[in-house]
């Protein structure tokens, strides 16, 4: 199959920076995207990634290499709101995405 | 500007019985997906269209029906609930600019089968 593979949860402390992986299938993906998703709430869109290398956007970055099949998402100066999911999502040629289940980041003040 | 609503937001029901998930999109984007999200599990694709009249099953299209008449109107019907389909219902949309189709979704619908 096309399994994204992250962790299910990570702890970090406020002002920290912490870094989520994600892992996946080297065939089939032409994109990579992630989405952070707050308890009870929709998913929001963060970053995609295209071409291999980092993607810098304020306190949040994201970095991708297709020959490893391999991407994370940096976030600098921890902040309690940050608390919340992030989703890593593979974009597939017909515009699907596949989804992993999740990393929970839990901030600790 | 609302975006894309759905509703209900919340919905109970009984086994055996019709629903109607709703999602509308004021941005005239071409593409809607139907995700449901499931503890333990990542958002997994129900149905998605291209564009009106124009819809395709997803990784789990059993027991879902959906239409497209208009671009702004995506229902997703469970023609008979089950328990096994308790969970949460998210709507996105997209359009594919600059080589980029973001998908954009709304608040969700937290549907319980009883």
């Known amino acids: 199959g096309q399994n994204i593979d992250q962790p299910t949860e990570m702890t970090a402390t406020e002002g920290a920076i912490v870094q989520i992986n994600c892992t996946y299938q080297?065939?089939?993906?032409?994109?990579l995207f992630w989405y952070q998703q707050h308890a009870g709430e929709a998913p929001t869109f963060l970053s995609y990634?295209?071409l291999d290398g980092l993607e810098e956007k304020g306190r949040f970055s994201s970095f991708l290499s297709r020959s490893k099949g391999y991407s994370y998402l940096l976030l600098k100066e921890l902040q309690m709101k940050d608390s919340a999911s992030y989703l890593c999502?593979?974009?597939?040629?017909?515009?699907?995405?596949?989804w992993g289940a999740g990393t929970k980041l839990i901030i600790k003040p | 500007d609302a975006g894309i609503t759905q509703s209900p937001r919340y919905k109970i029901t009984e086994t055996g019985r019709q629903v109607t998930l709703m999602c509308h999109q004021t941005?005239?984007?071409?593409?809607m997906f139907w995700y449901r999200q499931d503890l333990g599990h990542g958002l997994r694709l129900i149905y998605y269209?291209?564009?009106?009249?124009?819809?395709d099953k997803g990784e789990v299209p059993d027991g879902y029906v959906v239409s497209r008449s208009k671009t702004e109107n995506f229902p997703l019907t469970l023609e008979s609930a089950t328990r096994s389909q308790t969970s949460v219902y998210f709507c996105?949309?997209?359009?594919?600019?600059?080589?980029?189709?973001?998908?954009?979704f709304g608040p969700g619908t937290r549907l319980t089968v009883l």
């Open positions: 999502a593979g974009r597939k040629s017909n515009y699907q995405l596949i």
């Open positions: 996105a949309s997209s359009e594919r600019r600059g080589g980029q189709d973001t998908q954009y």
């Open positions: 080297t065939s089939g993906f032409n994109g």
């Open positions: 941005w005239s984007h071409s593409y």
């Open positions: 269209s291209a564009a009106a009249d124009i819809t």
């Open positions: 990634n295209v």
